[in-house]
């Protein structure tokens, strides 16, 4: 599990956050959002959505072609999303929100 401050780059969030605002994520087209999120490298940020079908913070852990791998909660607990699930399933942290270094 994560320790120390559980605010994570700069933004009001903690790993396992629940979605607050539309403001806070990246709404675009399915192409540029596949492009976007296939350039996610670990230790990056993105809501993820859950089962309940819930967004939530996420930090990237594991990535590769075919699939991308996230921590989701505080306990450390993971979620694998294949590429065919990256548009359905992940959205972009708003550049507005985050401290972290642009692309």
Do not use: Q
């Not at 809501?47 to 072609?65: E, L, N, P, Q």
């Amino acid at each position: 599990s994560f320790h120390g401050d559980p605010r994570y780059n700069g933004t009001s969030y903690c790993v396992g956050d629940f979605l607050l605002s539309e403001d806070d994520v990246v709404r675009e087209d399915v192409e540029s959002a596949l492009r976007n999120i296939s350039r996610l490298e670990v230790m990056d940020t993105a809501f993820v959505r859950r089962s309940g079908k819930r967004w939530s913070f996420a930090i990237v852990t594991d990535v590769s072609r075919s699939s991308i791998k996230f921590v989701v909660d505080k306990a450390g607990a993971s979620k694998k999303i294949e590429r065919s699930g990256w548009v359905h399933n992940i959205l972009r942290v708003s550049p507005s929100l985050s401290t972290s270094k642009s692309r």
